[in-house]
């Protein structure tokens, strides 16, 4: 039985774990923190629950593609599902005007034409190559033999905005079908299409809220590795990965333990992962790439905790614009920030009335809290505190535009930086989706699971794409290189049979 030491339990690391450990490899997991599960992770305040990272899933009604995942990783009995409302699961809010994102296809073109009638066949249009570019990916739609890499190609190398000026001839719609766009930090003239339309033809199957938070899937992780025979240890830094003249041999930590490995995954941040690598296999070249490649912007989020009872539970997400696009909200000044945010509710039960807690997100640069770098958690001074407190008000401000006497409503709020996402997740400067997908670099801006040390790949968010769906399909490309992609597709649809 071959050894495996995966290092990181955020999803990537716990479901290459769980896939290695299904096909008869001893798996060991490894992580620096108390709590596993990377951006899966929860916390509680005063008693109530808030999320930090993975907010709403798509893709998981019945036979379709998370679902068909979950029902192979061994968590469907342990993730409880809220839908979000099929008629607008997400609403954008642009130019004094609300627009609603309507599950499937037929549904979500009529919903748009109320607002743009002119523009129905550019919609079928659009909606049509947002679905041959997903269903271009054998990993998206877990077809292994079913692909179309040209078609994939073509528009992991066309910027979103590029392909939209194409389609559809409303400047205004053009503006309204990017209002997600935080989900995947897109930038301008940068961003793929390809990655545009792996987003939007996932939520617009289904879009659900996880009840209780997102950690209920690390936990159905866990528990499927563990009865696979695999191991989870907390509180475990890997300072070390140890190779010899040919190839990586184990792995180091920060308390001087030694785990032997014949294949090491490294789920942190690939900065991270060279950091822990001495060896020459190596080259200079490959680490100047590495470390030179840009990553997303960082986030700034207010946790807050509402009064009981005082604000009806909203069951969909709301995408605020302070300006006439979502584009360019990363490129603020202190007079112009927020540029937008993004708001959501958390499902505390089943069906809820009222909610309990949300969370504010908007962009941040780490450049604004570079100041504090070398500080921890609950740490940092009262100058961080009172920065934060400033961003908070700015922030609750704009969101009172479309909601209000919201602040009325607020029992207490938390906040959180780029700092403090980085020191929980290791991404690089706080990133929130890590290295930025940018068509301008060619494919010198991707990131492969493979290394030039053979038994050392690579998964997680910043190998493949983002997101829930991109990091596990991700994973299906790293543990293809171990025990080949044709095995797991067969498997998948076997256990979904």
């Not at 289904?206 to 936990?219: E, Q």
Request: charged letters at 20%; one cysteine or more; proline letters at 4%.
């Amino acid at each position: 039985m071959k050894k495996v030491v995966i290092i990181g339990s955020g999803l990537g690391g716990l479901t290459c774990g769980v896939i290695l450990a299904k096909n008869g490899y001893e798996v060991t997991i490894l992580e620096q923190a108390t709590q596993v599960g990377g951006c899966l992770q929860c916390f509680t305040r005063r008693g109530v629950r808030f999320e930090t990272g993975m907010h709403f899933i798509g893709s998981a009604d019945k036979g379709q593609t998370l679902d068909r995942f979950a029902h192979y990783l061994g968590t469907s009995e342990y993730v409880g599902l809220s839908r979000l409302d099929p008629t607008g699961y997400d609403v954008v809010s642009l130019q004094g005007e609300q627009f609603r994102f309507a599950n499937g296809k037929e549904a979500f073109i009529e919903e748009m034409a109320k607002s743009f009638p002119k523009e129905r066949e550019n919609l079928h249009r659009y909606f049509a190559l947002v679905e041959q570019v997903a269903n271009a990916s054998s990993l998206h739609s877990l077809r292994h033999t079913e692909n179309d890499s040209a078609l994939n190609t073509t528009f992991q190398l066309r910027s979103i905005n590029e392909v939209l000026d194409e389609v559809i001839g409303d400047p205004l719609l053009r503006q309204v079908l990017v209002g997600n766009l935080p989900l995947y930090a897109a930038e301008k003239d940068k961003t793929p299409f390809a990655t545009h339309a792996f987003i939007m033809d996932f939520y617009n199957q289904s879009a659900f809220r996880i009840i209780g938070g997102s950690d209920a899937m690390a936990k159905g992780l866990i528990a499927s590795l563990e009865k696979e025979g695999g191991k989870v240890f907390t509180r475990q830094r890997v300072t070390e990965i140890v190779c010899d003249e040919s190839k990586a041999v184990g792995v180091k930590t920060a308390t001087d333990d030694y785990y032997p490995a014949d294949i090491v995954i490294s789920d942190t941040h690939p900065a991270r992962t060279l950091e822990m690598v001495s060896s020459p296999l190596l080259r200079p070249a490959y680490r100047q790439r590495i470390t030179s490649l840009r990553n997303t912007i960082g986030g700034f989020s207010i946790y807050v905790h509402f009064k009981p009872g005082m604000v009806p539970y909203m069951n969909h997400n709301f995408y605020g614009y302070l300006q006439s696009t979502p584009w360019n909200c990363e490129k603020y000044d202190e007079l112009s920030w927020p540029k937008g945010y993004l708001y959501m509710h958390f499902c505390h039960e089943e069906n809820p009335r009222f909610a309990e807690s949300g969370v504010i997100l908007s962009y941040m640069h780490y450049n604004e809290v570079e100041r504090w770098e070398g500080t921890t958690v609950g740490h940092r001074g009262e100058e961080y505190e009172q920065f934060k407190q400033q961003k908070a008000e700015r922030l609750l401000e704009a969101v009172e535009h479309d909601f209000p006497g919201l602040r009325e409503k607020i029992a207490h709020i938390y906040t959180s930086t780029p700092l403090t996402y980085r020191d929980y997740t290791g991404t690089e400067r706080g990133s929130m989706y890590g290295i930025a997908k940018d068509i301008t670099m060619g494919p010198a801006a991707r990131v492969h699971h493979r290394t030039k040390i053979p038994n050392l790949l690579l998964t997680g968010q910043n190998v493949n794409s983002h997101g829930v769906l991109g990091v596990m399909v991700g994973t299906i490309v790293t543990c293809s290189e171990i025990i080949g992609s044709e095995t797991i597709f067969k498997q998948i649809k076997a256990c979904n049979e």
